[in-house]
Antibody, heavy 117, light 108 residues
Framework: DVQLVESGGGLVQPGGSLRLSCVAS????????MAWVRQAPGKGLEWVAN????????YYVDSVKGRFTISRDNAKNSMYLQMNSLRVEDTAVYYC??????????WGQGTLVTASS | EIVLTQSPGTLSLSPGERATLSCRAS???????LAWYQQKPGQAPRLLIY???SRATGIPDRFSGSGSETDFTLTISRLEPEDFAVYYC?????????FGQGTRLEIK
């Protein structure tokens, strides 16, 4: 079965850092464009960042540029999101997602990040 | 940035009825890089339609997508009880990838 499993979420104070991880199984991870998409409580979906199959291209939504870094390790079938200088408004469920291009056809179940004092 | 506006915000229908959901883009979505997702409470989104009109694997044929350029539609021909959920359109033509704000389809 195709599966994406996120981990690393939790409660952090504003200004703090967290590192999210996503482990893939059941498909050829190195052929997939990967992304992080978030959803604030009771709100809609917001794309955060994506990364090309070989890691050579990365794109970010403006609100996280300079604070978040997306990366991947194809040897470990894994993707990461380093989140620094977290803000209250970053509070959301973060989904690991992917597809063969920018189209997302595979989603994890999400991990909750709460930035609160 | 391409802004997607979905309408209506909430749609109240009964099982067996036809649902028509709209998604309008602020500028042309080149090559119809427009997708639709379904999300149920506590679950991750599920891809329904891509390329504006192609059904994803395993999606029933009561779901269909149409449209081009800036105006797109998701149609559910006969609503089943499991179809009541929130639906999002998404453009993947240019960065940043953007989603509409969602249409909630509720049981009347």
């Amino acid at each position: 079965d195709v599966q994406l499993v996120e981990s690393g979420g939790g409660l952090v104070q504003p200004g703090g850092s967290l590192r999210l991880s996503c482990v893939a199984s059941g498909f050829s991870f190195s052929t997939y464009y990967m992304a992080w998409v978030r959803q604030a409580p009771g709100k809609g979906l917001e794309w955060v960042a994506n990364i090309k199959q070989d890691g050579s291209q990365k794109y970010y939504v403006d609100s996280v540029k300079g604070r978040f870094t997306i990366s991947r390790d194809n040897a470990k079938n894994s993707m990461y999101l380093q989140m620094n200088s977290l803000r209250v408004e970053d509070t959301a469920v973060y989904y690991c997602a992917g597809g063969r291009g920018w189209l997302i056809d595979t989603w994890g179940q999400g991990t909750l990040v709460t930035a609160s004092s | 940035e391409i802004v997607l506006t979905q309408s209506p915000g909430t749609l109240s229908l009964s099982p067996g009825e036809r649902a028509t959901l709209s998604c309008r883009a602020s500028q042309s979505v080149g090559k119809n890089f427009l997708a639709w997702y379904q999300q149920k409470p506590g679950q991750a989104p599920r891809l329904l339609i891509y390329g504006a009109s192609s059904r994803a694997t395993g999606i029933p044929d009561r779901f269909s997508g149409s449209g081009s350029e800036t105006d797109f539609t998701l149609t559910i021909s006969r609503l089943e009880p499991e179809d009541f959920a929130v639906y999002y359109c998404q453009q993947y033509a240019s960065s940043p990838i953007t989603f509409g704000q969602g249409t909630r389809l509720e049981i009347k």
